[in-house]
């Protein structure tokens, strides 16, 4: 189910995707933690709804896994896709 827009923070999809880009052209284990979201206020229960939203809208694909501990969630296979390269680029212009 997406997150209806009101509560969307496109702030956490831009550190999500971002990451995953930042990452290189092969496919990989990406893990999200607190560090990774440039000193904004998240919780683990946003990144994972983010992430989700991320990966249902296509903009990224591979599978969600819980995290333990530091880490609070894992894209297993994660890999951008071209819509998420084009959302990085109209909504997110400087990457």
């Known amino acids: 189910m997406p997150i209806p827009t009101d509560e969307r923070r496109d702030d956490i999809v831009y550190f999500l995707l971002n990451k995953v880009k930042e990452s290189g052209e092969e496919v990989q284990d990406i893990s999200y933690a607190e560090e990774d979201f440039g000193g904004k206020k998240v919780s683990r229960d946003e990144v994972k ?4 939203l991320a990966l249902d809208s296509k903009y990224l694909e591979g599978e969600m896994i819980e995290g333990l501990d530091s880490v609070w969630i894992t894209c297993k296979d994660a890999k951008i896709t ?3 390269r084009g959302v990085l680029r109209s909504n997110f212009f400087k990457v």
């Not at 709804?49 to 989700?52: A, D, G, I, S």
Request: avoid cysteine; charge should be negative.
């Open 49 to 52: 709804e983010h992430l989700q």
């Open 82 to 84: 071209t819509e998420g």
